[in-house]
């Protein structure tokens, strides 16, 4: 199966916004509002990743504003009276590197439930921000690119020869000719469906 080419260094925001540990509440809610994000980086020094402060770290202030926390909140109700991202911060910072490919990106998105992780260098510097939005950005790819794609990355000559080849619709690939091992269709079926930009496998398969 061909390796994905696209990684998180493709796709991801390389301008991102981000704040130091002393930036006050009120800035950083401005700073969401005004790029329209729902986190943010924390920096420390020449621009290493030590948290990130999300709207969900920020409406704790909120939620507890009308009624004494329970005991097993009392974690969460400190940073109900933080004022400064070093006191609201999430830390260590969920983080990705741009090596990365696009589905660890989603996987650690899902798990850790996150819409959004900081990109970060071997030695923890920030390089850029990447979203679910950015993650859907291979679907946008031309129908014709991604024919190309899997002619090249998966078919090969040798399957082009025997006469095997795909169309693409909408991004669902159809894969059409005659295969004499049908052992093969899954396998020929996932590696079609590695291709960035694939969003569905159908095979169209007969006899040599």
Same mark, same amino acid.
């Given at each position: 199966?061909?390796?994905?080419?696209?990684?998180?260094?493709?796709?991801?925001?390389?301008?991102?916004?981000?704040?130091?540990?002393?930036? $006050?509440?009120?800035?950083?809610?401005?700073?969401?509002?005004?790029?329209?994000?729902?986190?943010? $980086?924390?920096?420390?020094?020449?621009?290493?990743?030590?948290?990130?402060?999300?709207?969900?770290?920020?409406?704790?202030?909120?939620?507890?504003?009308?009624?004494?926390?329970? $005991?097993?909140?009392?974690?969460?109700?400190?940073?109900?009276?933080?004022?400064?991202?070093?006191?609201?911060?999430?830390?260590?910072?969920?983080?990705?590197?741009?090596?990365?490919?696009?589905?660890?990106?989603?996987?650690?998105?899902?798990?850790?439930?996150?819409?959004?992780? $900081?990109?970060?260098?071997?030695?923890?510097?920030?390089?850029?921000?990447?979203?679910?939005?950015?993650?859907?950005?291979?679907?946008?790819?031309?129908?014709?690119?991604?024919?190309?794609?899997?002619?090249?990355?998966?078919?090969?000559?040798?399957?082009?020869?025997?006469?095997?080849?795909?169309?693409?619709?909408?991004?669902?690939?159809?894969?059409?000719?005659?295969?004499?091992?049908?052992?093969?269709?899954?396998?020929?079926?996932?590696?079609?469906?590695?291709?960035?930009?694939?969003?569905?496998?159908?095979?169209?398969?007969?006899?040599?």
């Amino acid at each position: 199966m061909p390796a994905s080419r696209y990684t998180v260094s493709d796709v991801m925001t390389h301008t991102a916004i981000a704040i130091g540990r002393d930036a $006050p509440y009120k800035e950083i809610v401005a700073l969401m509002d005004q790029w329209k994000v729902s986190a943010l $980086p924390v920096l420390e020094g020449e621009g290493r990743v030590i948290g990130v402060v999300s709207e969900a770290d920020l409406l704790q202030k909120e939620e507890f504003r009308a009624e004494e926390p329970r $005991p097993d909140e009392f974690a969460d109700a400190s940073k109900a009276g933080a004022v400064r991202a070093g006191e609201l911060m999430s830390s260590p910072a969920v983080t990705v590197h741009p090596d990365a490919t696009l589905a660890e990106a989603a996987r650690i998105m899902a798990t850790r439930k996150v819409k959004r992780l $900081p990109v970060v260098s071997g030695v923890g510097m920030l390089e850029g921000v990447v979203s679910r939005s950015d993650l859907l950005k291979v679907f946008l790819r031309a129908d014709a690119e991604i024919e190309e794609d899997v002619r090249r990355s998966v078919l090969g000559e040798q399957a082009a020869a025997a006469g095997l080849d795909v169309e693409v619709t909408e991004g669902v690939a159809t894969v059409r000719g005659p295969l004499a091992d049908r052992s093969l269709v899954p396998l020929l079926a996932r590696a079609v469906g590695a291709v960035e930009g694939v969003v569905d496998v159908r095979m169209d398969l007969g006899a040599p």
